[in-house]
């Protein structure tokens, strides 16, 4: 939260982040967290179900990235060339879809 870059409003996270300093630091922040509780939360706070059913989409595009060898062994030694294969891996997930796979 700390990383340099555009101030974010909400923050979408599984139930592992569920903690009251995260929550409190985000508060302080000005931003929303989307975060379902945990089940052994005394107090259960309500999660907007619209809003965290858009982390599943986050999730698919980083799986879907993945899939590119390169990128889930993290053979690049330097950043630059590792976000480069990033972005070549994005154009060809995008690409993908405009393809006719038959």
Request: proline share 3%; with cysteine.
């Amino acid at each position: 939260m700390e990383a340099e870059g555009p101030e974010a409003k909400v923050l979408l996270a599984d139930r592992g982040y569920d903690s009251d300093h995260i929550r409190e630091t985000l508060r302080r922040r000005g931003a929303a967290s989307v975060i379902p509780t945990r089940r052994n939360r005394k107090i259960q706070i309500p999660v907007d179900g619209h809003i965290y059913a858009l982390r599943n989409r986050i999730e698919r595009c980083f799986n879907k990235l993945k899939n590119s060898r390169r990128l889930a062994t993290r053979y690049d030694k330097t950043a630059a060339s590792y976000l480069g294969f990033v972005q070549i891996a994005a154009i060809r997930v995008w690409t993908s879809a405009f393809v006719n796979r038959t």
